[in-house]
């Protein structure tokens, strides 16, 4: 699972390269999350940690330069790519470690170049697990993909894909909760386990995470405290070692 953002006050071009990236990763077949910023000042107020930015340079609101140090505070190992129609900021963009460099009107098959290095890159850092499956074979699938566990009785647990299917495994939730903290899941509830790096926002009034791919799910009463303090440090422990 990868987050890439487009910031850049034109929004049309923002949207052209977003639809471009989508179906460059479908191609692919990688999940992907996109998001389009017009004011680039909104990027450095999200929580999200993106993997790959293209940030547009020229804009009302903010110098691309400057943002990108801006955002660097917090995401140190985050890609930049910047898009511009200025060659004179060439060096300067690189000066804060860009990821490439795309002049406007942004080429495609550029865009691809990028897109596929950043993939090569990336990929060998993914963490590929094994799950056994009811009928006892192995299922291999990236940790990131999955957004939580899910008690379904009998030692039968359900396994909650972002792309919202599910597959079910033979195992116990305690065997779980032991073997997945290494990876960053935490239990809101004693019937789910779930992956903190896909929950977006949390609301305690109704006892609800809200994860990335819009689905919902139960924090007990009686945890929530304790889970707001896992979910703190967690966030914490990731800023740092971004």
Request: charged share 35%; aromatic share 12%; net charge positive.
């Amino acid at each position: 699972m990868y987050r890439i953002a487009i910031v850049d006050d034109e929004i049309e071009r923002a949207y052209e390269i977003e639809r471009y990236v989508n179906r460059y990763m479908k191609k692919e077949e990688i999940d992907v999350i996109t998001e389009t910023y017009r004011d680039g000042n909104k990027i450095t107020k999200t929580s999200v940690l993106y993997d790959l930015v293209f940030l547009d340079i020229e804009m009302p609101e903010i110098n691309g330069i400057e943002l990108a140090r801006k955002i660097r505070r917090t995401n140190h190992k985050l890609h930049i790519v910047y898009i511009t129609n200025f060659a004179k900021y060439r060096d300067a963009a690189f000066l804060v470690h860009a990821y490439g460099y795309l002049e406007k009107p942004v080429n495609k098959e550029k865009l691809a170049e990028i897109l596929k290095d950043f993939l090569t890159e990336t990929r060998d850092k993914k963490e590929i697990v094994t799950l056994k499956l009811t009928d006892g074979s192995n299922y291999f699938e990236d940790v990131s993909n999955i957004c939580y566990f899910e008690y379904d009785g009998n030692r039968k647990v359900r396994v909650h894909m972002f792309n919202k299917e599910y597959i079910r495994i033979s195992t116990s939730m305690s065997y779980l909760k032991k073997e997945y903290q290494k990876y960053g899941f935490a239990s809101p509830h004693k019937s789910f386990l779930v992956n903190l790096e896909r929950v977006r926002n949390v609301d305690m009034k109704e006892s609800l995470l809200i994860l990335d791919n819009g689905v919902k799910v139960s924090v007990a009463q009686k945890k929530q405290k304790e889970f707001q303090s896992i979910l703190s440090e967690y966030y914490h422990n990731r800023l740092e070692n971004k």
